[in-house]
């Protein structure tokens, strides 16, 4: 690259800033190791072209085996629920099923550049980050916010992550989720079956069934 190259692609980042760092994390199937040794640092971002090079880099979370996640967290904030940051926090939850697998990479994109791009407002300092894990029977992507206990701003990230998806949804027959739900962390690491029960719920129809209490 020359010294003119050098000085345009600096110039380019330094033009499209983002207000926060953030760093992309890959945990690897090698089950033969512990968890800490499987979690690799890929690359700290902080600005937009950085972001979009890295992206186009590494493979969407659908070309990810098994028993792998992407983890995209503020570069402060280590993906572990034992961090202080994440310790008393929770997780809005969309789950995909093995049969629309095709819609993981969608809905990722979707809300990893409105956590980039600061699309929830003054509730971005309650978001820790996002993950995708991906699973044989189906997959998840979760965003981690702070303060579980917090409803009122947990409720408006939601909202925000439910309108980004439904207008990525205009053009497809169904929309990209059916539900997405709000878990605690101390409940998802004690449950004793696959199901957590919801402190929020938010669904794509209008008027679902759904159980009382849900949103």
Known sequence: ????????????????????????????????KSWEDRLKKVYTFSTVPEFWALYDAIRPPSGLNPMCDYNVFR???????????????????????????????????????????????????????LVCNVRGKGSKISVWTKDCNDDE???????????????????????LFDVIRYEDHDSCQKKTSSLVKAKLSLHSAENPEKPVGSL
Not at 88 to 114: H, P, T
Not at 153 to 175: C, F, Q, W
């Open 1 to 32: 690259m020359t010294e003119h190259e050098e000085e345009s692609n600096h110039s380019s980042s330094a033009l499209y800033p983002l207000k926060r760092h953030w760093t992309w994390w890959y945990l690897n199937d090698e089950r033969t």
């Open 75 to 129: 570069d402060d904030i280590q993906p572990m629920w034992e961090v202080p940051e994440n310790a008393n926090g929770g997780r809005w939850l969309i789950a995909v099923d093995k049969s629309k697998q095709d819609m993981v990479d969608a809905i990722w994109l979707e809300i990893l550049m409105a956590l980039v791009g600061e699309q929830f407002g003054k509730d971005m300092e309650s978001i820790c980050g």
């Open 153 to 175: 701003t947990n409720l408006r990230i939601g909202v925000v992550l439910k309108e980004k998806l439904m207008a990525a949804s205009k053009d497809l027959t169904k929309p």
